[in-house]
């Protein structure tokens, strides 16, 4: 076992967001039970990780009940589920300890948000030397505001202003500062056809 897949934030906290209603890949867990059957098939550990915001009060505070895997998720047994509290998957968890001391050099991360969490992942991933390979339909996030946007903006409001950056420009951009940089770029039909081409 030499490569992981690190599922980020696939979480119930994003669904109990208002927001939800206009992410990009609402159906984002069928993607990642099919990554993730995909890496159970090869031989790959897969790593579940969620974002957590103890004492915050919100969808992201354990004590709100939200912070678990999406229920159409097929975790299996044994495989590790970490709790981070930095957009990152690395700065606050064990995740390089247990990659270290697996062997594995090559990962496939997953997940919400795209920009955020996930980019961070992947940057910080590529920095500490990893070989890292971004599954970007296996992703998802959300329109952008606009920095100057007030706050507190509704969906429609935040949909309706032209200063918001659509979700499908944000995955868009994501990828192209990415590619060839921090990570190669995949989707889930493409590695399920080259595992199938190797079986």
């Not at 990828?175 to 079986?199: C, M, P």
Request: glycine share 6%; aromatic share 4%.
């Amino acid at each position: 076992m030499s490569r992981a897949l690190i599922v980020i934030d696939v979480q119930e906290s994003f669904r109990a967001r208002p927001l939800w209603a206009a992410t990009l890949e609402p159906g984002i867990a069928d993607r990642v039970n099919r990554l993730a059957a995909l890496a159970r098939r090869t031989g790959d550990l897969v790593v579940w990780v969620l974002h957590s915001e103890p004492g915050s009060g919100g969808v992201f505070d354990p004590e709100s009940g939200h912070v678990r895997l999406m229920e159409e998720l097929e975790r299996a047994d044994g495989e590790p589920l970490l709790h981070k509290t930095s957009h990152n998957a690395f700065t606050t968890t064990r995740l390089q300890q247990l990659l270290t001391q697996r062997g594995i050099r090559e990962l496939r991360v997953c997940g919400i948000r795209t920009e955020q969490c996930v980019e961070t992942t992947v940057r910080v991933a590529s920095d500490l030397g990893y070989d890292v390979t971004l599954v970007v339909d296996a992703t998802t996030t959300d329109p952008v505001p606009h920095r100057d946007a007030p706050a507190g903006q509704s969906v429609e409001e935040l949909l309706a202003d032209p200063r918001t950056l659509p979700a499908a420009e944000v995955v868009r951009r994501t990828e192209y500062v990415l590619a060839g940089r921090f990570a190669a770029i995949e989707t889930v039909g493409r590695l399920e056809a080259a595992a199938d081409d190797r079986a």
